[in-house]
């Protein structure tokens, strides 16, 4: 069993549009889910924003509504560009949007707008991955059904877009270089996580409390776990300028990762501390299935093509790579007891 990492966590119930609180380039990743330009569930947010936004939806002028939407999370994407460290990712879960504004029907594709705005500031623009949430029903489709040419092609994906800023991450020193390899994952968990489409199954953010809003299909917690894992090492700094329930505050902690998480409703902040009960218990069943996965894929290679060449130091079992260190570590209790967590 490997020594734990000690890391920090805050939560800020405050305006993403200042990041007044975080110091310039102190931050390693960025991984977050906005609110959706033109997904009517976000129009009074957008609107008590800038409420020029409501007086061009009532004007049925959709396009420039869009814009000036976009226009608010750009302020964001600022803050990020100067608290991101060179060489460090931002991953964004975004969806693009359709909807009727008067008689016009049109998508609003929020994935290219965002895209444009990180490479005007910059960034460097990766693959995309392509996240296929849910399956259609029948009563999905939209228009005319199946009389040409009227029937809209029903949206099943959402983008998660990553950037990266300046040139490649440098790992020189002795001290670096372990924790990179401390942090490594299995050989085919990157065939799996590095794909540019995923399966996961959105979550309903249900609650209780009438003044916290409602989301179908919110990210699930592997979605920030795996790009954490992919984008970062150990003890490095994950914000979520976004924070909504705390996903993305979860898996940096169950990956010895250090965080930061902004949340502009203060509502949700039960909402976090009742989830973080049973996170130890979460993340204790993700390792272990990562694990006994590793367990089962080394088993079924061995069949097909014969053993895997090397072995892990810390478990004894049989990886693909030499020198892997891959240290897993299981939370005893609660986190509390080696996280410092503030909000």
Known sequence: MS??????HRIEFSDSRSLSTIEDKSVDLVVTSPPY??????DSLFCSLNPEI????????GTWAFELMNQELDKVWDELDRVVKDGGFVCINIGDATRKIGEQFQLYSNHSRITSKFINLG???????????TTNAPNKFMGSGMLPAGAYVTLEHEYILIFRKGG????RN??????RNQSAFFWEERNRWFSDSWDLKGIKQAT???NVRERNDAYPFELPYRLINMYSVKGDTVLDPFLGTGTTTFAAIASERNSIGIEYDRNFSSKILSSLKDLCKTANCLITKRLEDHIVFCEEYRRDKGPLKYKNRCFGFPVGVRNFLC???YSAGVFNATNNITA
Request: glycine share 2%; no cysteine.
């Open 123 to 133: 960034f460097q623009p990766l693959p995309v991955i392509l996240w296929r949430k």
């Open 168 to 171: 490649k991450r440098e790992f």
């Open 174 to 179: 002795a001290d670096d270089k372990k924790i």
């Open 54 to 61: 409501g007086n061009l939806l009532e004007q049925f002028n």
């Open 208 to 210: 209780n409390d009438e």
């Open 327 to 329: 240290k897993l570590v």
């Open 3 to 8: 020594k734990k990492i000690f890391t920090s």
């Open 37 to 42: 330009p033109m997904i009517e569930m976000w």
